[in-house]
């Protein structure tokens, strides 16, 4: 089974190190094996094209409301995303709100459009 290392450089999302403390912590991971770099707490345009042109493995980013689209990212040099906690936050703001409209107004439009288990797990399927 192929391995991927993504090392997690947490400068940028910490507010412990600029571009550059970032870059130099990127390389050390890089040469010690790793195969590309995570930093999450970078979505600004100008910030990414730098890190991805200065690392010198594949460059992941986190992803949220307020991040450029994929295919931007991919045009700056990013070859990884992650969603972070952004998808179960989304899920979670759903069900505070369902629960709510039914003791609140009576109703449940929220939960309109609600996918069922078998559903949800085949929208992960890759066929594996």
């Known amino acids: 089974m192929p391995l ?3 090392a997690r450089v947490d400068t940028r999302l910490r507010g412990t190190g600029g571009l550059g403390e970032t870059l130099k912590r990127a390389a050390a991971f890089l040469a010690a094996g790793a195969d590309g ?3 999450p707490g970078v979505v600004d345009p ?3 094209k730098v890190l991805a042109e ?3 493995g594949p460059l992941n980013v986190m992803v949220g409301p307020g991040a450029p689209p ?3 990212l991919a045009a700056l040099g990013v070859a990884r995303v992650s969603a972070g906690p952004g998808i179960a936050q989304a899920a979670n703001g759903l069900v505070h709100r369902a629960a709510r409209e039914l003791p609140d107004a009576g109703t449940y439009e929220t939960w309109t459009g609600g996918l069922g288990c078998g ?3 085949g929208c992960t399927d890759r066929g594996r």
């Open 4 to 6: 991927f290392v993504n």
């Open 46 to 48: 100008v910030t990414v």
């Open 70 to 72: 994929v295919a931007e």
């Open 119 to 121: 559903e949800l797990n």
């Open 37 to 39: 770099v995570f930093v």
């Open 54 to 56: 200065g690392a010198e």
